[in-house]
């Protein structure tokens, strides 16, 4: 069971409670080109040597729409891509990440 869906659903869970998949997709969007116009603004925080870093852009991205924006993921995932023919990008485990 993947706690960040929504049960029987391939819908993320999110802030504004949005339960269908094309309208997070396309909310998410936006949002996260409203955050790219906007990053510089966190620029002097960041130190791409530290992985925390990579944290905080995740964070000042997504903390809109996801309570675990910022956070590293507890399960591995997948996410069905329609460019792929509903299949996944193959995403890294969870597990073996060593940084700094």
Same mark, same amino acid.
């Given at each position: 069971?993947?706690? !960040?869906?929504?049960?029987?659903?391939? /819908? &993320?869970?999110?802030? &504004?409670?949005?339960?269908?998949?094309?309208? %997070?997709?396309? /909310?998410? +969007?936006? @949002? @996260?080109? =409203?955050?790219?116009?906007?990053?510089?603004? $966190?620029?002097?925080?960041? *130190?791409?040597?530290?992985?925390?870093? &990579?944290?905080? $852009?995740? #964070?000042? @991205?997504? #903390?809109? %729409?996801? %309570?675990? =924006?910022?956070?590293?993921?507890? /399960?591995?995932? !997948?996410?069905?891509?329609? /460019?792929?023919?509903?299949?996944?990008? +193959?995403?890294? *485990?969870?597990?073996? @990440?060593? %940084?700094?």
């Amino acid at each position: 069971m993947d706690p !960040y869906i929504y049960p029987n659903t391939n /819908v &993320l869970i999110n802030k &504004l409670n949005i339960r269908d998949e094309q309208q %997070l997709i396309d /909310v998410e +969007a936006q @949002l @996260l080109i =409203a955050g790219i116009i906007d990053i510089s603004s $966190i620029t002097h925080e960041i *130190d791409f040597q530290k992985y925390k870093s &990579l944290q905080k $852009i995740h #964070h000042f @991205l997504f #903390h809109e %729409l996801y %309570l675990w =924006a910022g956070e590293f993921r507890t /399960v591995n995932i !997948y996410k069905s891509e329609h /460019v792929l023919s509903g299949l996944s990008v +193959a995403y890294s *485990d969870k597990d073996p @990440l060593y %940084l700094i």
